[in-house]
């Protein structure tokens, strides 16, 4: 396990990873993708995004992959600074914790989040950077706000992100969100280091963090706001890794927690 000792971390619950640095820390904010068997979508969505290795250090927060889209010389070649394996138990919300802790502990004002399977469009990137240094601590991807599209996005999900997910979290949040499923965001040092959200446990083992975050932020006073992305869904059959009928009450029912509180330290 790595063990963060910087920034008052020692409350910090983490799961065992591994480290891959391949070139020092040149950014004020981090862009972290998480993914696990992403395959030829992750390795497209890295070369888009090698553009901005200027602007975003990047980091990968990988659950595991063995298909071979994490080859080091690959990432190294394609901007990536640092490589996170996780080894330890936990799914996204492990990996993403990982990649919080890590961000702050190299010292980064804030972080961007952006899903490694392709369907978020590297365009936003400058908008949520512009964000952060205006002083917002959540930044909402949307692809339901004013200049934002959602493209190819099968109709259950439509109909669960407008009528059941979003209006669950912004009654939490007592802030109206338009699309809380979407894992496009930014997120500042001041919210990922809050006294009072205390992100940093092990209870956030996959999408609980999420909503728990879009729940519980604003209810602090940390300043937020939604931006509009286009998150585009390949034709055909939608890869997801919520499958099942019990994996699908699961995620509402941390939804449901979320707004009501459960998680709330």
Do not use: C
């Not at 914790?97 to 400058?126: H, P």
Request: charge should be positive.
């Amino acid at each position: 396990m790595h063990q963060v000792t910087s920034y008052k971390t020692r409350e910090w619950e983490l799961t065992e990873y591994e480290i891959a640095e391949f070139k020092p820390k040149k950014t004020k904010y981090a862009l972290v993708t998480p993914i696990i068997n992403e395959g030829e979508r992750f390795k497209r969505l890295l070369r888009e995004t090698k553009g901005y290795s200027k602007l975003l250090d990047i980091i990968i927060a990988d659950g595991g992959s063995n298909d071979g889209s994490t080859n080091k010389k690959f990432l190294k070649g394609n901007g990536v600074r640092t490589l996170l394996v996780k080894t330890g138990p936990g799914r996204l919300g492990a990996q993403l914790r990982m990649a919080f802790a890590y961000a702050m502990w190299q010292g980064y004002e804030g972080v961007i989040t952006m899903d490694g399977n392709g369907k978020d469009d590297t365009d936003s990137l400058a908008s949520f950077i512009s964000a952060l240094e205006n002083g917002y601590d959540y930044v909402q991807g949307s692809r339901f706000i004013r200049g934002g599209r959602a493209v190819n996005t099968p109709l259950i999900r439509l109909f669960a992100i407008r009528f059941l997910f979003s209006p669950i979290l912004s009654l939490g949040a007592r802030h109206w969100f338009t699309d809380v499923t979407n894992g496009h965001r930014a997120y500042s040092k001041k919210l990922l280091t809050h006294p009072k959200l205390k992100l940093f446990r092990n209870i956030f083992a996959n999408y609980e963090i999420l909503f728990y975050i879009t729940a519980r932020a604003t209810r602090l006073g940390l300043k937020a706001k939604e931006i509009p992305v286009v998150r585009k869904y390949p034709k055909g059959k939608t890869p997801t890794k919520i499958i099942g009928f019990t994996k699908i009450m699961d995620v509402i029912l941390s939804a449901i927690k979320a707004s009501i509180g459960y998680y709330n330290p």
